[in-house]
Every structure is written in structure tokens, then in C-alpha cells.
């Protein structure tokens, strides 16, 4: 059974990859956005992100799974068959972000996931310079780091 992690920056096609192969496989799909905040602005704790990973791993023989968030990255990639790394640059993750359909899952309208556009944009922006876990720099580590299949995207 396929049990694949994509990451990449924000607009780098994640979710709507994540989503073609959960289709295209009929593979279960986890948005790590789901399990990583709290609420608008504030993480859940890690052991409390982690618990529900676990808890979505036990439910589900084949999975993929998305996100930014190099600490639970790091998590899943322990126990995925596969990793795709998507790449396409800043650019075109702006170019994605301007197109981006409501996300119910994140905001309650598609007004409210809009007022906050111009912070995601410039957010993208910095993906290359930040030495944070959503950074490029992090996710390069953890690209270099399996030694299982892995393809990057461009």
C-alpha cells in the first residue's frame, strides 16, 4: 500500500497533488494544516499534532500525506513508502496562491481566507531566505535525508 509524503512551499501544487493520488490510488489524504493549528495563528502543541498523525496512520493502510511544517515532516517520513519534494519556485507558488479555491476546511469563507492572502503571499516570498521549519532550507534537509524513493518537482 502506497503511504506517500509531498511537501513544498505554500502554492507549490500539494494539495491538489495530494489530492489527484488519493483519488487515483484510493488512498486516504491528510492535510497536515488539520492537525498543526490550534486555531487561526496558533499551533497545537507538537505531542498533540503527532497523537493525531499516529491516530490517522492506525485508520489508514495507504495514505498521503501534505504540509510545510518540517517538525511533523519529520514525523511522517519516518513511516511513508515514498516522498515527492515540489519545487516550482517562488513565482509560480505565488501565481498558484492568487488561483487558490476555498479551502472549508481552513476558513470559514472564502472572504476570510482572503484577508489573509497578502500575509501568505509575502509569507512565500521569504521561502528561500527563512531559517524556520517551512523553510526551503528544512525541507532540503529532509529531502536529502530519506533514503527511500523521493523525487523532486520543479
Known sequence: MK????????????????GRLSAEH?????????????CA?????????????????????????EGCYGSLLEVVAGHCSE?????????TCLRHN??????PHKYDSKEAQDKNLDLLQNWVKEYEIRQDEYSLQQHRVIFEAFTGPKQERN
Open 3 to 18: 503511504r506517500i509524503l509531498i511537501f513544498g512551499n505554500s502554492g507549490s501544487g500539494k494539495s491538489t497533488l495530494a
Open 26 to 38: 484510493g488512498i486516504a489524504h491528510l492535510d497536515l494544516d488539520t492537525v498543526g493549528w490550534a
Open 41 to 65: 495563528g496558533v499551533r497545537k502543541p507538537f505531542d498533540e499534532s503527532v497523537q493525531e498523525i499516529k491516530a490517522f496512520f492506525f485508520k489508514h493502510s495507504g495514505w498521503v500525506v
Open 83 to 91: 516522498i515527492i519534494f515540489l519545487n516550482p519556485g517562488i513565482e
Open 98 to 103: 492568487l488561483l487558490r479555491p476555498w479551502e
